[in-house]
């Protein structure tokens, strides 16, 4: 039985790692991730949550932590974003590489300089190559449900990879929803209790973390391989698809987005279609494992698409266009591939724009 | 993964464990933490020079156990008079760095070639 409740994005995950139940939680607040923090705080205080709740000094330090953690084979949980996340990407490998089960909410927040704390993409997708699952929410109410859902993709034995789940800054994180909160009973279901996958204790203990030198390194890089095979199969089976197709049955354009600016272009959408024009959306709920096939089936036959994403790759095309690009390379008459960026720093993506956007891909102009 | 039988190590040192490579990928752990004891690199074939013990001139004073990076140097009991205790090196852990040798205030460490 779920119940109703109004929440922010941030409150609704707290609700969510609560339903988890970690038996470790290491984390160092960050806006617009704080109330997170905040939120599993008050749960610890008045014993809602019984969980070790550790306030470390740094992200390098709750990343650290947790893998300390997860080594003895308990559930953990962290938070962070932005700037937190960059001094976490050396523990961010060191965590994929290691398989240690971890599960992170990001907060998408803008990176410095110039200063800014607003929500933009920029922070996880500068991240993409460090071994983690990236999904990526696009309301308060899949982000509780993906919250679940990540625990429960990262401690399966076969995917065994942290697993990063994003959140767009400030439009998801501080906006409140009516939401569906489901009961522990339920939670339980989608959730069983953690089994590690390998685990440190004094009876049996480990070498963890060896090295392996130009002999063996790529075999474990294959392994890891074959977890992230593992994990689209099982998101695209379980917990929702790695893709999400809005009107595109009979579009010839589409535009592609990720996280909370989909809510809006479907808006758009609805409004072109029902004046005739081609157009779809694409959301990309998962950016690692990337779908690839998924792309290529739901794309073929399109003229054009433009992917929409708060980033920004200096100097070269988008970090997502240009793999939606790579995907779609070989097919027969592949779609035209245009790339935007928008809402850097937090600014506004209005739906003007979005309708501009389409006009281009349309016009198959950048 | 097996205790070497042939290996004879000091029961009181972390016992080697030996690893054959694997020859497919199946056959490798999936993760990179193995049962203590397993040296996938092993470090004595990094070394060009290996530390000797003038066990006349060391003083016990200790200071390089404590400071060797990979553990390789410890107190050994000698067999000969019950209770003494002197320095030992560990050739399977030493990666032969020389600092033992450098730091040893009584010259009593010699780096002499493989
Ligand atoms: S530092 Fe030199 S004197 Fe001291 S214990 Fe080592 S070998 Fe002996
Ligand atoms: S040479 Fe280096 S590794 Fe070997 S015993 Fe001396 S300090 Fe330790």
Redesign the interface.
Known sequence: MAIQKFLSGNEAIAEAVKLAKPAVIAVYPITPQTTVVEKLADFVANGELKTEFINVESEHSALSALMGASAMGVRTFTATSSQGLLYMSECLHYAAGGRFPIVMMNANRAVALPWNIFGDQRDSLSQLESGWIQLYAENAQEAFDLTLSSFAIAENHAVALPVMLNVDGFALTHTYEPLNIISQEDADKILPPFKPFFEMNLEKPLSLGFSAGPRDNTAFKQHQINGMKAAAKLINEKFGDLVDAYKLENAKYAIITLGSISGLVRDVIDELQSDGVKVGLLRLRSLRPFPEEELRSALANFKTVGVLEKNLSVGAENAVAKEIKSALYGLENAPQVLAFSGGLGGRDISANEIKDIISKIIGGEK | MATDPNNKRNPNRPQIVSWN??SK?ED?L?????????L??GHANWRLEKPIVDCVACKNCGTCELLCPDAAIFYEEVASAKSAKSIAIDYELCKGCGICAFECKFNAIKMEKE
Request: glycine content about 6%; overall charge negative.
């Open positions: 490579i694997p990928l490798y999936p993760y990179p933490h193995a049962p203590s004891g397993v996938i690199e």
